[in-house]
T-cell receptor, first 113, second 111 residues
Framework: AQTVTQSQPEMSVQEAETVTLSCTYD???????LFWYKQPPSRQMILVIR??????QNATENRFSVNFQKAAKSFSLKISDSQLGDAAMYFC??????????FGKGMKLTVNP | DAEITQSPRHKITETGRQVTLACHQT?????MFWYRQDLGHGLRLIHY???????NKGEVSDGYSVSRSNTEDLPLTLESAASSQTSVYFC??????????FGPGTRLLVL
C-alpha cells in the first residue's frame, strides 16, 4: 500500500521569506510520480509541481522547488519569496502513473504581511 | 481552452434521495476519477475509470456508483444519500502517465 504523510498541519511564513513544507511517503514501487497541489479558499485544486521518481534532478517552477530524496522517501516543497497569494492548503500526493492519487492530509500555510 | 467542469457546484438533498453529480472534461483524457474531501482525511478515491465502459472501485466506494458511456463524462450517483456523504466532491482527469487535473468541486449537504 502507498501512504503519504504530512506531519505539520499548519505553518506560517512572513511575506518575502522562504518556507519549506515537508512530506514523506511509502511505496514499494520503483517508478512513481510525486506532486504538490495547492488548494486556496476557493477550494480549486491547483497543481504546483510534479516530480518523476526516475529523475534525479529536483523539479522547479518559478518560486517553487522540491527536495526529492528517493532513498529517504522524502519530498519537501520550498516556496521562495512568499507572497500573500501563496496562503492555502498544500497537499502532497503520490501515484504510480495512470492510477489513483494518494494524498496526504494537507498543511495549512499562512502568509503574514 | 480544454477544461473540466462539475455541476451542480452546491447541492442540498435529503436522506434517502438519489443524487447525481456531473463531471465533464474536454481534455479528451482517458482516465477520470472521483474523490471526496473531508476534514482530517485529505482526498479519498471513490471510483475511477480508464476509458469508456470501464469503471473501478476506490477506497470509499460504498453507496456510490459511476458509469462511463463516453470519454467526456463520468457522473457520480449516490443511490440513497446518507448524512455521512455530506462532503466536497472533486472530479479529476488525466492522460496516461500524466498529471491529474481537477474540477472546481461540488459541495454536497445531506440533511
Amino acid at each position: 500500500a502507498q501512504t503519504v504523510t504530512q506531519s505539520q498541519p499548519e505553518m506560517s511564513v512572513q511575506e518575502a521569506e522562504t518556507v519549506t513544507l515537508s512530506c514523506t511517503y511509502d511505496t514499494s514501487e520503483s517508478d512513481y510520480y510525486l506532486f504538490w497541489y495547492k488548494q486556496p479558499p476557493s477550494r480549486q485544486m491547483i497543481l504546483v509541481i510534479r516530480q518523476e521518481a526516475y529523475k534525479q534532478q529536483n523539479a522547479t517552477e518559478n518560486r517553487f522547488s522540491v527536495n526529492f530524496q528517493k532513498a529517504a522517501k522524502s519530498f519537501s516543497l520550498k516556496i521562495s519569496d512568499s507572497q500573500l497569494g501563496d496562503a492555502a492548503m498544500y497537499f502532497c500526493a503520490l501515484t504510480r502513473g495512470s492510477e489513483k492519487l494518494v494524498f496526504g492530509k494537507g498543511m495549512k500555510l499562512t502568509v503574514n504581511p | 481552452d480544454a477544461e473540466i467542469t462539475q455541476s451542480p457546484r452546491h447541492k442540498i438533498t435529503e436522506t434517502g434521495r438519489q443524487v447525481t453529480l456531473a463531471c465533464h472534461q474536454t481534455w479528451n483524457h482517458n482516465n477520470m476519477f472521483w474523490y471526496r474531501q473531508d476534514l482530517g482525511h485529505g482526498l479519498r478515491l471513490i471510483h475511477y475509470s480508464y476509458g469508456v465502459q470501464d469503471t473501478n472501485k476506490g477506497e470509499v466506494s460504498d453507496g456510490y456508483s459511476v458509469s462511463r458511456s463516453n470519454t467526456e463524462d463520468l457522473p457520480l450517483t449516490l443511490e440513497s444519500a446518507a448524512s455521512s456523504q455530506t462532503s466536497v466532491y472533486f472530479c479529476a482527469s488525466s492522460a496516461s502517465q500524466e498529471t491529474q487535473y481537477f474540477g472546481p468541486g461540488t459541495r454536497l449537504l445531506v440533511l
